[in-house]
């Protein structure tokens, strides 16, 4: 039941990470907006919170004493599997808030990452020379009163993760896969290609058949004129 409810976290922290690092790599683009940064904001404290309760879960078990070997291999591995998707959710935090300082949404005059180019190639150049001259004064709203919020749940996170390694060592490299690398990519394959493979199976064995039979008889042939020159040149001597 432990083991089922820590996959289940797992799989929702996996998710959570994946939307937010999305989301991340859409900051300072043309889609970039208020509602934007406050999902970013939703979505990092939710991953927070489902990772707070994967620590706990897992630590607790982790430091189970009557847990079975294999149980505990088990559980080792869900550890490693989280303590990766706790750095990479660090990494996109990190991101965010480099992107958040440089594309403030409170500055009108600065300018987002666009894709294309619009207007005459004059004005793109005299509008790129002049992007390092500009100074922006920033007010103090929800998107820096966010962003120092961003920096101390970074400060959190990485609190955490040192905290973890001080409760529970479990070496990455102690920890064995249960699958060969790229064995959900395979599994995909085979199964998109199941049908395919049915058919061209059927096909290879109706070929081989047929193929079979020609040499059979290419067999006998050779074997028949064999004979009969066998037979002549006895006649003949």
């Avoid at 797992?10 to 208020?34: E, F, P, W």
Wanted: with cysteine.
């Amino acid at each position: 039941m432990v083991k089922e409810e820590c996959k289940a976290l797992l799989d929702a922290l996996n998710k959570v990470t994946a939307c937010y690092r999305h989301m991340v790599l859409t900051i300072g683009g043309t889609s970039d907006s208020q509602n934007l940064r406050e999902e970013l904001k939703k979505t990092r404290q939710k991953a927070q919170e489902l990772a707070v309760a994967n620590r706990n879960k897992l630590t607790t078990v982790l430091k189970d004493k009557s847990v079975s070997k294999e149980d505990k291999a088990e559980f080792e591995r869900l550890w490693v599997i989280f303590s990766t998707c706790l750095e990479i959710l660090e990494i996109d935090m990190r991101r965010a808030l480099e992107l958040g300082h440089e594309f403030p949404l409170n500055v009108p005059k600065k300018h987002l990452i666009q894709t294309g180019m619009s207007g005459g190639t004059s004005g793109v150049a005299a509008r790129a020379m002049s992007v390092q001259n500009m100074k922006y004064e920033a007010e103090h709203n929800i998107d820096v009163v966010d962003l120092k919020d961003l920096e101390n749940e970074i400060n959190q996170v990485g609190e955490m993760m040192y905290e973890m390694e001080m409760k529970v060592n479990v070496p990455q490299w102690t920890v064995e896969a249960k699958q060969d690398p790229g064995a959900e990519l395979k599994s995909t394959i085979s199964v998109g290609a199941s049908s395919i493979g049915m058919i061209s199976v059927e096909e290879n064995k109706s070929f081989c058949d047929i193929s079979k039979v020609l040499a059979g008889i290419v067999f006998s042939a050779v074997l028949i004129i064999a004979i009969v020159l066998a037979v002549c040149v006895v006649k003949l001597s």
